[in-house]
């Protein structure tokens, strides 16, 4: 089992296609007052995926923190942390028509037709999930949750790279949130 999540962990954030982002947060939180950041090593060290892709992901929040505004600081106003998981969905789809024959009819005879039939394909999609956590460094409660979910797919370490990076861009896209 820890090995199948770890090989699922591992092939995260290697999506083609699009990234759905979803936030929540802090309702009652001043966002402004935030522009120091430390990544929060105890919750890093947790993601199941492998050491490289972490040091992807790291450096990407580096980039996209700095092109906020935030700066590295030994001592931070807010912790970022991040943990991933993969999730399993099936699309069911089924299909209409077909062409039939021969057959014979019930007097006799043979023909041609349309048939109809209703066959089911079921195929299962695996998506990976990246969350991104803004921790209040005093009180360290959450204050902001990014999710981004995407197919998951293999590639070179520069696909890789480059999905992880429109990953965090995009999720943090929707940070600040707007009260």
């Not at 090593?41 to 993601?47: E, Q, S, V």
């Not at 892709?53 to 970022?80: Q, Y």
Request: aromatic share 14%; glycine share 8%.
């Amino acid at each position: 089992m820890k090995r199948f999540l770890y090989i699922t962990a591992t092939i995260l954030l290697t999506s083609c296609a699009s990234i759905r982002v979803s936030t929540d947060y802090d309702t009652v939180v001043d966002f402004s007052a935030y522009n120091a950041f430390a990544f929060f090593k105890p919750g890093i060290d947790d993601a199941k995926i492998s050491d490289l892709d972490k040091r992807r992901i790291l450096k990407a929040l580096e980039n996209t923190l700095a092109e906020k505004g935030f700066v590295a600081s030994e001592t931070p106003n807010v912790l970022v942390s991040f943990h991933t998981k993969a999730e399993k969905n099936v699309q069911v789809s089924e299909s209409f028509f077909g062409w039939g024959g021969p057959f014979f009819g019930p007097y006799g005879g043979m023909g041609w037709g349309w048939g109809f039939n209703r066959p089911y394909n079921v195929n299962t999609i695996t998506s990976g999930v990246l969350y991104i956590d803004l921790i209040d460094a005093v009180s360290k409660k959450l204050i902001w949750q990014g999710k981004g979910i995407g197919r998951l797919s293999s590639g070179t370490p520069q696909e890789r790279e480059a999905k992880i990076n429109a990953f965090v861009t995009d999720i943090l896209a929707a940070y600040p949130p707007s009260n």
